[in-house]
């Protein structure tokens, strides 16, 4: 074997050894500026986007595939990792309320409408708020041009968020304890076995890389439940990175009742490494791109696509921050973290945005987001 040939593994071997590394290297300075509970947040992090990306678990695509091709095993999947979460979560956090807090917000009409609209945008673009984050990380071009318009949407919209709820919101309701959790439990078995009634016979089995990837999702959110004190969000941390710029440029942020608000006003002022989503969100980032080095490359070829998609993609980017914010949440800090933590609100954002989802479905290769023909 000659050098070349020897030199090419080991250089391989050293580039991946370095991959290992370099986060771990990241995460320790983070612990050793701002406390251990922030690097390990950026751990928790760095854990979602490598199993996201890595197992290729998401929301926007399975959700796509139950429309377009009646295949409900990512769905399935979703469900699983809500359950395996809820069944500690809803316990903990009606044992020790002081400690926890859940995604717990009213169903009000924005919050129907937000929810209807994400479900929409985040068909046109195939990325949720988690699968923005990582498709950007992994260079997808559309979600990098989709994500800072994302964090737009989510400043404007948390700006706007008391004119929208003084519109009508229903009391929060929260199914808690025991009882609470078997209402969940059911409500996610009754929503796998519709789904499992709809589907194509032959797509009903799920591949062993979701199940595996549900699990170790579900392990991740109680993790950041239990390190965080809060459920697995995703949208307040890029309003923030928002209100940020905004505040650089000399915004006054005081003429919002929302960023002017005294702990949204301190996250503004103090680094985002103490703050627990953008950590999370940042790791989430670092994960897929890490992921997608590691296979091939940081190198997605730029798409073919006409001036219209371009557009289209930005103004989903507008509506996705806008909306979800609304809504209380995206896939992430509404659906899932919703629902394993009890919240009917979780339940009614699923329904309203499925069903803005089939709208987007339609929509997309209209736009013409589905390449040249």
């Known amino acids: 074997m000659s050098d070349a040939a020897t030199y090419r593994p080991a250089r ?15 995460a320790f300075v983070v612990a050793a500026a701002t406390g251990a509970r922030y690097g390990l947040l950026l751990l928790i992090g760095l854990g979602f986007g490598i199993v996201l990306e890595g197992l290729r678990f998401g929301f926007a695509g399975p959700w ?18 809500i359950g395996l979460v809820s069944v500690i979560a809803i316990p903990l956090i009606t044992a020790r309320s002081t400690e926890f807090i859940g995604a717990h917000a009213p169903v009000g009409f924005a919050m129907l409408g937000g929810a209807f609209v994400f479900g929409t945008a985040m068909q046109v673009v195939l990325g949720c708020g988690s699968g923005t984050l990582v498709n950007a990380g992994s260079g997808n071009p559309v ?35 025991y009882s609470g959790l078997a209402l969940t439990l059911l409500g996610l078995i009754l929503v796998a076995t519709a789904l499992l009634f709809l589907a194509d016979p032959a797509r009903r089995k799920v591949p062993r890389r979701l199940w595996i990837a549900a699990a170790l ?47 949204n006003a301190e996250r503004v002022r103090e680094t985002l490494l103490t703050d627990v989503t953008s950590l999370t969100n940042i790791g989430l980032i670092g994960g897929a791109f890490l992921v997608a080095v590691w296979r091939h490359g940081f190198n ?10 371009w557009v289209a993609t930005v103004v989903a980017g507008l509506l996705l921050g806008y909306s979800s914010r609304l809504a209380f949440g995206c896939n992430v800090g509404a659906f899932f973290s919703g629902v394993s933590t009890g919240s009917l609100h979780g339940w009614a954002w699923f329904v309203m945005a499925f069903l803005g989802s089939w709208l987007g479905v339609q929509l997309r290769p209209r736009l013409g987001l589905e390449g040249r023909r």
């Open 300 to 309: 997605q070829p730029i798409p073919d696509l006409p001036l219209r998609a």
């Open 217 to 263: 999702i579900a392990a991740l959110a109680l993790g950041n439940l239990v390190v965080a004190g809060q459920p697995w969000g995703v949208v307040y941390g890029l309003g923030l990175w928002a209100a940020k710029g905004a505040a650089a440029i000399g915004v006054d942020l005081s003429a919002s009742t929302f960023w002017a608000a005294p702990g």
């Open 12 to 26: 391989l071997w050293f580039e991946r050894g370095m991959l290992v590394l370099l986060p771990l290297i990241v």
């Open 64 to 81: 796509r595939a139950m429309i377009v091709n009646r295949d409900p095993s990512g769905l399935l999947a979703q469900l699983f990792a």
């Open 143 to 177: 979600s990098l041009l989709a994500l800072p318009f994302f964090a737009i949407g989510s400043f404007a919209g948390a700006w706007h968020l008391p004119w929208w709820t003084a519109l009508g919101t229903a009391p929060v309701v929260v199914f808690r304890g």
